[in-house]
């Protein structure tokens, strides 16, 4: 089974923190994501990558960076944490020439900035 | 705009019940459509649906996809109080990599 640890479960940061979320798979798998997930709004996508140091906007880059250094490990940066990045964020892989996948998931790192 | 809209968002229903949650999407050319169950943490998967009518099932639920209409059902019967969750619609487009979700389905299941 593929595993997908985040580090965390529960993080409170203070406003301007810099905050680093880790996800780590280890399966081998070329592609992982992060989302962040609020009541409402459903999983919107901050960032993904396709492979190591390759990495891509999704629909809410913004206030966040990434870093793809290893194959396995895929880190999420709020380089100033705001009260409205409070949120569910969720790391996930698949591999996409295999064909077609969905995702595995992290188990979320709740993240409240106070 | 969204690709994929749930609906309805919310739902309360007694043990016993059969509910049909539903996911509509605008895209004609996609690899799949997943469908997810999400409790207090990561969503699980539960089924992915690639081809027209055909039904794929698991116990209870069971879940089909109609490329006419541009959805997909969900149904769970006989449900149990263990069938509360959030259930997530997403779409494997042809021209991306990411998964594009619907903001989902709250199914709450009373006693």
């Known amino acids: 089974d593929v595993k997908v640890t985040q580090s965390s479960r529960y993080l409170v940061k203070r406003t301007g923190e810099k905050v680093f979320l880790e996800c780590v798979q280890d399966?081998?798998?070329?592609?992982m994501f992060w989302y962040r997930q609020d009541p409402g709004l459903g999983l919107r996508l901050i960032y993904f990558s396709y492979d190591v140091k390759m990495k891509e906007k999704g629909d809410i880059p913004e206030g966040y960076s990434v870093s793809r250094e290893k194959k396995e490990r895929f880190s999420l940066i709020l380089e100033s944490a705001s009260t409205n990045q409070t949120s569910m964020y969720l790391c996930?892989?698949?591999?996409?020439?295999?064909?077609?996948?969905?995702?595995?998931f992290g188990s979320g790192t709740r993240l409240t900035v106070v | 705009e969204d690709k994929v809209v749930q609906s309805p968002l919310s739902l309360v229903v007694h043990e016993g019940d059969t509910v049909t949650l539903n996911c509509s999407y605008e895209v004609t050319n996609f690899r799949s459509l997943l469908w997810y169950k999400q409790e207090k943490k990561a969503p699980t998967f539960l089924f992915m649906l690639t081809s027209s009518g055909i039904e794929k099932k698991s116990g209870r639920l069971s879940s089909i996809l109609d490329k006419k209409e541009l959805s997909s059902i969900l149904n769970i019967t006989a449900t149990q109080t263990g069938d509360s969750a959030i259930y997530l619609c997403?779409?494997?487009?042809?021209?991306?990599?990411?998964?594009?979700f619907g903001k989902g389905t709250s199914l709450l299941v009373t006693p």
């Open positions: 996930a892989t698949n591999r996409y020439r295999a064909g077609n996948y969905g995702y595995t």
């Open positions: 997403a779409l494997n487009s042809n021209s991306g990599y990411a998964l594009n």
């Open positions: 399966m081998d798998h070329e592609n």
